[in-house]
């Protein structure tokens, strides 16, 4: 049996996630920790900081933990606040857990990566697996170097890491934080509340996105999927649909009328400009049957009545 340990258990992805490994491995096999204490931890939680290597060590040994899903990362928006920061937190904890897995100390990891990686050289449309990569944001840099440190420990030492690029994720019991496309949680909650938005991207930036249960789906098929199936140990180009803001603009107006949108883009454009519109991501699907379950109509419709019930508006 597994026993999992989760670095950045109360943010958007750890949140989910953990309900779910809950739910698959059982309460007493899963551990959350983050910086941050999440409000209602449904598990053992500890409040660890990612950058102590000792610490960390620490729990992996007395809890004798067998696999750690690394969710602790700066994202895009305040990387490029913070560059020197989000570069160590980045990549130093990643060295880490590689590094433990190295000594033997766990078995599996997994690591997100993001699109963030792909940069304007990049094609643009249908984003292959393996296509020029040239980041020009520190978090993408930062998640590009990650992508090539877990191939090469899987390479060199036989460490078993997997990883997928997330698009842009939608999700609504945790918010979203600090990237590029937070606009496309925000807008469901004053879409409610207000009944208008002022989105920080124009109204044609086109982005590849994704909701969460689907996120956490991919998550679980890589890491439950026969370490021979898995062949690409950089990461994987993984999507469900793309959209721009006024495209879900439109479809939030057909639940709510009155919605109005206006757009007043900031330093995000130019991030979101450098980045892809849609994703290929044939080699998921061939290699451990990945197939997202969302449509876009069907994350907006799932938004609108999750969060209608968590605002009680
Ligand atoms: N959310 C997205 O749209 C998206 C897209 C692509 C990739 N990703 C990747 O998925 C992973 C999770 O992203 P997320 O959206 O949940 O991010 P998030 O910012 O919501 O959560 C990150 C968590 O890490 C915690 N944290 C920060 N510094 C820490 C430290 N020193 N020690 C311990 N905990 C610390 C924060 O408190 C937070 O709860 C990241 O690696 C991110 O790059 C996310």
Avoid at 116 to 137: M, R, V
Avoid at 142 to 169: I, N
Avoid at 274 to 302: C, G, H, Y
Wanted: hydrophobic share 40%.
């Amino acid at each position: 049996m597994e026993k999992i340990l989760i670095l950045g258990a109360a943010g958007q992805v750890g949140i989910d996630l953990t309900e779910k490994l809950i739910e698959i491995f059982g309460t007493e096999n899963v551990i959350a920790s983050d910086l941050k204490i999440p409000e209602n931890p449904k598990c053992k939680f500890l409040q660890l900081d990612a950058l102590d290597k000792e610490a960390i060590k620490e729990v992996i040994i007395h809890e004798k933990i067998t696999t750690v899903y690394h969710l602790v990362a700066m994202l895009s928006a305040t990387g490029e606040k913070k560059p020197l920061l989000a570069w160590k937190l980045n990549m130093d904890t990643l060295f880490t857990i590689l590094e433990f897995a190295k000594e033997g100390l766990i078995k599996k990891i997994f690591w997100p990566s993001s699109i963030a990686i792909f940069g304007p050289t990049t094609p643009k449309i249908n984003t292959p697996q393996s296509t020029i990569i040239e980041p020009t944001t520190i978090y993408g840099i930062s998640k590009y170097a990650g992508e090539l440190l877990c191939q090469w420990y899987y390479q060199k030492h036989k460490v078993d890491v997997r990883s997928v690029r997330y698009p842009g994720l939608i999700s609504w019991k945790a918010e979203p934080g600090g990237g590029t496309t937070d606009y496309a949680v925000e807008i469901f909650y004053e879409a409610l509340r207000n009944k208008s938005y002022t989105c920080f991207l124009k109204e044609d930036t086109r982005l590849p996105m994704m909701y969460i249960d689907d996120a956490i789906e991919a998550t679980i098929r890589l890491m439950t999927t026969e370490a021979e199936t898995i062949k690409t140990r950089t990461s994987y180009n993984i999507s469900a649909f793309d959209f721009t803001p006024s495209e879900l603009a439109a479809l939030i107006k057909k639940h709510i009328p009155d919605f109005q949108i206006r757009y007043s883009p900031d330093f995000r454009q130019n991030i979101a400009d450098s980045w892809p519109q849609s994703i290929d991501d044939t080699q998921a699907r061939q290699d451990w049957n990945w197939n997202p379950r969302f449509t876009l109509e069907k994350m907006v419709s799932e938004m609108l009545s999750k969060l209608t019930n968590k605002l009680k508006v």
